[in-house]
């Protein structure tokens, strides 16, 4: 049982590239979402989604676009890479409709921007 | 607006001892209450959560957490601290009640460092 898979684990772009970021869950899990995480700063939710074809922002939207197609993809795509988005994304599921439902966490894509 | 606290970014313990990382929360209604753990470059994990009923809540790994609803708090607690529980740990919140939209997201905690020496 794979879980939540993300790709790549490492990435380098330079400023203004663009790239997608690839997270797949073989748990049949319907919400899922994109975080990212900085020191000091926590987790910040970037978007999510509560089943196919429904996706909603979260905290810091700007400068990613979100789809879900089927159940069990939710790529996260970055437009114009800038430094400020150099962090570790991580992509977590969960069942979705149970709200006291946990959530699983892939281990996460470290991405710098130069 | 939800929001969680973690006041301290490290506690230190010496292995054997009793550990406590402390959490507090902002909710309007009642919570759903998380402890995740995240070790050097792996993902989160889930440890323990609040649902209702009982007030001591046990997890995995030996790690309990109490719900205190006046002090709206949920610190998370190890009776014999061991080297191994050394990383990093967050507290979540989710409404339990709520009307669409981004309610029924989790709301982290910017993380304690928990360093456990021998």
């Known amino acids: 049982n794979a879980g939540v898979t993300q790709t790549p684990k490492f990435q380098v772009l330079k400023t203004g590239q663009s790239m997608t970021l690839q997270c797949a869950q073989d748990m049949n899990h319907e919400y899922m979402s994109w975080y990212r995480q900085d020191p000091g700063m926590g987790l910040r939710l970037i978007h999510y989604s509560v089943g196919a074809g429904i996706t909603d922002q979260g905290e810091v939207p700007n400068g990613y676009n979100v789809s879900r197609s089927t159940t069990e993809d939710f790529p996260l795509r970055l437009l114009s890479a800038a430094p400020s988005q150099t962090s570790v994304y991580f992509c977590?599921?969960?069942?979705?409709?149970?709200?006291?439902?946990?959530?699983?966490f892939g281990n996460g894509t470290r991405l710098t921007v130069t | 607006a939800q929001s969680v606290a973690q006041p301290e970014d490290q506690v230190n313990v010496a292995e054997g001892n009793p550990l406590t990382v402390k959490c507090t929360y902002s909710?309007?209604?009642?919570?759903?209450l998380f402890w995740y753990v995240q070790y050097p470059n792996r993902g989160l994990q889930f440890l323990l959560k609040y649902i209702t009923g009982d007030n001591l809540v046990k997890g995995s790994y030996g790690f309990e957490a109490e719900f205190n609803k006046s002090q709206t708090s949920f610190h998370l607690k190890k009776p014999s601290a061991l080297v191994s529980d050394s990383a990093l740990y967050f507290c979540?919140?989710?409404?339990?009640?709520?009307?669409?939209?981004?309610?029924?997201?989790?709301?982290f905690g910017k993380g304690t460092k928990l360093s456990v020496k021998p």
């Open positions: 909710v309007s209604g009642n919570p759903y």
């Open positions: 979540a919140v989710r409404r339990r009640q709520y009307y669409g939209g981004s309610q029924g997201n989790l709301i």
């Open positions: 977590a599921s969960s069942l979705g409709t149970s709200y006291n439902s946990p959530l699983h």
